[in-house]
Structures are given as C-alpha cells and as structure tokens.
C-alpha cells in the first residue's frame, strides 16, 4: 500500500513538473540591440514607447485590467526585470514595493528610474484644506480625511507629466547614448503633445457653470483639480482598498445636491457601485473618469494611449461641469 | 444624538447597509452557537474564505467561456457570486463535516489547509482573470457600504429562511448537534438533522459573505457565540443572547462608523472584540466572587 502511495506522489509531482515548462517563445532576432524597458504604469508605458520607438522593447509589468494599488510582481516579472536595462516606476508613494523588488532581485544590469525626481508632491486632499464646512454636517473633522498622506498620482498634471517625460528621456539616454538624437526628439514630441493637451483643458474648463467634481473611487485627482482651479472630492481616501465611510457617502449625497451637479463619476477598474448608489439617490448620471493607471484589455486592444485617455476625461468632464 | 437621528430616519441613504449589517449581525450569532457547542470554531475561519474562493470561481465561470460580464448588470452578477458562494461554502461544510464524523487525522490541520488554499486560489483567480478585477475586490471584501434594494431583499429572504427553520426544529437540531447518541436511540433521522444544519450554515456565511466579507462574517459568526457562552445559563438564553449581541453591534457599530467616519466593517469587529474581552473578564471576576 505505501508503494502505492509513493508511486502516486511521484505521479502527481510529474505531471505537476510537466506544467511548470514554458511554451515556446521565438527568440528575438540575433542582432536585436534594443534598449529594453520596463514599466510599473500605464503613462509611463505609454511614454516610453513614444520615446524609445523602434529603438526600445518596452513592456508593462500590470497585465491589462489589473488594478495596480494592489498588485503584485510575480516569478515571471522578476525574470523580465532581470533581463531589463532601465526599470521604470512613478514614485515611492504609488509603488512602494519597486525599489525593494528590483534591489532584491540582484539585477545589476537594471537601471532603477524614479519618473517623480524633480516633481512636486502633493498632499492627498491639499486642495480642500482650509475649505468651508462644505460636506455640510456642521462637524468638524470629516473633509480632511485625506490630508497627510501624498498623492502619487503625479501624471495627472500635465507639468508632471513633461518632467516625467524628461526623466524617462534622460534614462534612456544614459543607457543608448548613440540614440541619444531620438530619444530626444520623440521626447520633444511627446511634450509637444502634452502641452496642447494641457491648452485644450485650460480653455476647455475656464467657462464652466459647476466648478466642483465628485468622485466614487479612490482619491486620485488631486493634482488634475489644483492644475485647473477645480474642487474635488472622492468616496474613498487615497490608496485604491480603502473602504468608503458611510459618513463619506452621505456627505457627497449633500455636495450634489448643495451644488445642483447633473453628473458624479466613477473609477476605472473598480466597482461603480459607489458612484451608482449616489446617481441613484440624487437622480444624477454617472460618467467615466479615467486615472490612467493602467486600462483594461478591450482598451490595450484599441491602442489607447495616455492622451486619448485625458481627451476622454476632458470631454466627460465638460459635460459634468456643464462647460460652454 | 443627532447622528443617531440621522440614522434612523426611513429616509437615510445608508438604510439599505444599516438594514443589512444588523440582518447580519442578527442571523450570524444564531448558526455560530452550533459552530461554537460542536467545537468547530475554525470551521467559522474557514467557511466564509471559501465562501469568498466560491464567489471567486463563479465569476471566473463566464470568462472562461468567453463571456464578458457586464458589471452594471449588478443582479446577475450579485445572483452568480451568491451561486458560487452558496455552492463552496456547502460544499466544504458537507465534506469537512463528513471527515470529522469519520474522526480520522487532524480537523483543525484539515480546516487550516482549506482556509490557506482558498484564499490562495481567490489570488490566483484575480491574477489570472482575463478581463481584469473590475469590481471583483469590492466583492471578494464585501460592499456593506452599496447595497442595493435587490441586495437587501435577497438578504433579508435568506436570513428570513435561516431563522425560521431554526426557530421551528431547534430542538431536533440541538439533539443531533449535542446528544447524538440520544438521537440515535429516539429514532431521529440525524443525517438529516445535520445536513440540514449545514445548509442553514452555508445560506448564512454565503448572504454574510457578499454583504460583509469573509472577515467580518467570521467576527459575526463567532464572537458574539462566543461572548455569549461566557454568561448563560441555558441554550435557549445563549442562542438568543448571542443573537442579541450580534445585532446589537451591527447597530452600534454602524453609528459609531458613522459618526467617526470611519469604515463599517472593522469597527463591527473591534467593538465586539472589546465587548467579548470585557464580558468574558466580568464573567470571570464575577465567579471568583461567587466562589467558596
């Protein structure tokens, strides 16, 4: 009988060592001298191929749809960073696990890039500082909840995002000098870009009847309000597990209402529940507001991109702002 | 006092999550006086994890076969993960009841291995979902804070179900549960008996399960059991005690999330942590005193 047994561990051990072999991948090419790239987050995926082009193999570590507050790496992450010249992560605050995960990977080939160096970090809720009673419940102590933590999403403002253009630029450039010409001139481009966008949204939001959004996800919009003169407020605090308070929900129920708001908005990637529980008891619309951390797979398979994505936004919040 | 008004009111936008989590915090306490009198204290961890697994795979279900779910559709997909829930969490009961019954190994080492492999294949289910985990976290932690009318209803059915079959065959389910032998030699059906029990239990940790989360249904299954054990006398006082408490603080709680601003869910859980710590501390001071 223990024969048996032995023999069907040894069985259930080989079959489960047989699944462990990868499927073949095709080699790259003998002469591929390509500066490989890999990145924490969608904008700086989407930077990072606009600058490296066809000269750079750039990889996003987030598979499509996963909400990267909480992600993990996995051993196959590891064995791509591995082979990585330049590691690309926004900041400590939004990727905590980066610097670690890489360092204890031993990969000394791999340059870590900060995409933050030389921005300027905003507090989470730093805006509503100093605001009014504007929750309306008279007390005090419920519309900072945010204050004290910092907000990691830089990108969504659109200063940031060129200075994390120049980052990445200045990366690639230190790994490929003999590139260095287009890696700058894309980055040129790419900036280019950026500040039209930030043009349009300046024009696009100077003449709006609402000057208030409201949102059912987590605090991410912080710097994209601050850039615009907007005020923001969100159902959750700033990191994307955070539970909503109901004191939370029954003070954005009164914001709608107080401000007579014809739209709330809701998260990628997340449940839209909140936002829907608050359209419904208002009788307001929900829309989409995306923060581009990372898009989901029907998104990848349109080739989306960063600007696309903050077009979307301007375009729903224009219409929940009820802009001319 | 004025948040206590707020809250009461029939018009308050959070009744539906109020209604729910005391539903909950009544209805839990009731099936987890048997979890407590059986010794099966870790199958109150075990179940709403796999529970949580269960939603996991239901959801996973469609995707695999090609169909997207629409995540606004929330009824279809609140009825699929209480599908899976209540498929998983009776599933385990009935075979981990079946095995400790057989009396062979180890059950706490058993249950042990079902709670870690369970929420190791809930991670392993996100990380391979092809779609992404939109609105699946929220689901897997529960979302006390949107219930919706339908969420409520289907709730408040169950529970209803739960406490009404309790109500009218406790005494042949307290015989199976603590006298199995008497049964026995009373010609009751104790297969049944049991299997029954184990389907009141998977009904309760599932509805728990999706409004709560697995953390807070295993608070609600077993502390007020627990903190309830510490002071009564009979099993009729214990079972409504342990109820009463669970309500309760599902109440309690919610106000004092309220007016704190502060998440439901795990104030639910420390307030009565700090009441089973203080119950089971005056029990014992109280029967020092008592003693010779």
Sequence with gaps: MKKVYAVSVALIFAVLASACEKKEVPAPPAAHKNLIVVTTLFPLYDVARTIGGDKAEVSLILPPGVEPHTFEPRPEDAARVTKADLFIFTNEFMEPWAVKFVKGLNAGNVALVDSSRGVTLLRAGAEEAGADDHDGRGDKGHHHHHAGAMDPHIWLDFDNAQIMVDNIASAMVARDPANKAYYLANAAACKAELEKLDADYKAGLSSCAKRVFLHGGHYAFGYLANRYGLQYESASAVNADAEPTPAKLVALVKQVRANGLKYVYSEELLSPRVSEMIAKETGVSVLLLHGAHNIGKADFDQGVTFISLMRRNLTNLRTGLQCK | ?292
């Design chain 2, 1 to 292: 006092m004025d948040t206590l008004h707020q809250i009461i009111s029939p018009d308050f936008l959070l009744r539906n999550s109020l209604y729910t989590s005391v539903l909950i915090g009544l209805a839990c306490p009731l099936v987890g006086v048997f979890l407590v009198m059986r010794r099966l204290v870790f199958m109150g961890v075990a179940l709403p994890q796999i529970s949580s697994t269960g939603v996991a795979i239901a959801l996973s279900l469609p995707l695999w076969m090609g169909v997207k779910l629409d995540h606004h559709a929330s009824q279809s997909v609140h009825t699929l993960a209480f599908a899976g829930s209540m498929v998983f969490s009776l599933g385990a009961i009935l075979i981990l009841a079946v095995l400790e019954r057989r009396g062979r190994g180890q059950p706490e080492g058993r249950l042990g291995t079902a709670y870690v492999v369970a929420s190791a294949l809930s991670i392993l289910l996100l990380a391979k979902n092809p779609y992404g985990e939109i609105g699946w976290l929220d689901m897997l932690k529960g979302e006390v804070i949107t219930i919706s009318n339908f969420d409520l209803t289907l709730t408040a059915a169950a529970l209803a179900l739960v406490v009404a079959t309790l109500g009218l065959f406790h005494k042949e389910l307290l015989l199976v549960s603590f006298d199995r032998e008497m049964a026995l030699t009373l010609h009751k059906r104790v297969v049944f008996w049991d299997v029954l029990l184990y389907v009141l239990i998977g009904l309760t940790v599932s509805m728990a399960v999706l409004s709560v989360g697995p953390l807070i249904a295993f608070g609600f299954l077993l502390i007020p059991a627990l903190t309830a054990h510490a002071v009564a006398r009979t099993m009729h006082g214990f079972t409504i005690l342990a109820s009463l408490i669970g309500g309760a603080t599902a109440f309690l709680g919610f106000c004092i999330a309220y007016g704190l601003d502060v998440p439901v869910g795990p104030t639910d859980v420390v307030l009565l942590g700090l009441l089973y710590a203080i119950v089971w501390g005056a029990a014992r001071f109280m029967r020092k005193c008592a003693a010779p």
